[in-house]
């Protein structure tokens, strides 16, 4: 089993609290000789549309020193989960999930959000305080009740 990243917990809560069903806890993934794990995997229906949505989540603090170096570790990992989850499970859409503090931060500035846009990054931010999600970008629907913060 792989080590949880720090707010695992606090994310799985803020996003039950969203009324997302918690599926995966972690969503396991093989691909050919390897073994991956993203953190959560997750469920909602949408009831005007009777629409199930999935994502996964992966969970990252960024509680490194070195914050551009978390990054790009994230990044790498992000794109080698992505890439796997589009071949197994198409419809699932992968989220990677960061402190909002550390969104407006570091997430923000023009090379880290340039890089983001390229390579349609999907972003989650959550409260460390609240327990709550604040930011889907992009929303996993167009309804902008997701948002919280």
Excluded at 89 to 112: C, G, H, I, M, N
Excluded at 122 to 136: A, K
Aim: aromatic share 14%.
């Amino acid at each position: 089993m792989p080590a949880r990243d720090f707010f695992h917990r606090l994310v799985r809560i803020a996003l039950e609290k969203a009324n997302w069903q918690i599926t995966h806890d972690p969503y396991l993934l093989q691909t050919g000789s390897f073994d991956l794990a993203i953190d959560l995997g997750a469920e909602r229906i949408i009831a005007a549309q009777w629409e199930k949505l999935k994502i996964a989540v992966e969970v990252k603090s960024f509680l490194e020193s070195s914050k551009i170096s978390a990054f790009y570790s994230a990044l790498g990992q992000f794109i080698t989960y992505r890439f796997a989850l589009r071949n197994l499970e198409p419809d699932r859409k992968l989220y990677l999930a960061v402190p909002d503090e550390l969104y407006d931060k570091l997430f923000q500035t023009s090379l880290v959000r340039q890089i983001t846009e390229q390579e349609q990054v999907y972003l989650l931010t959550y409260d460390i305080f609240e327990e709550v999600i604040c930011q889907w970008i992009p929303s996993p629907t167009t309804a902008s009740a997701f948002n919280n913060c």
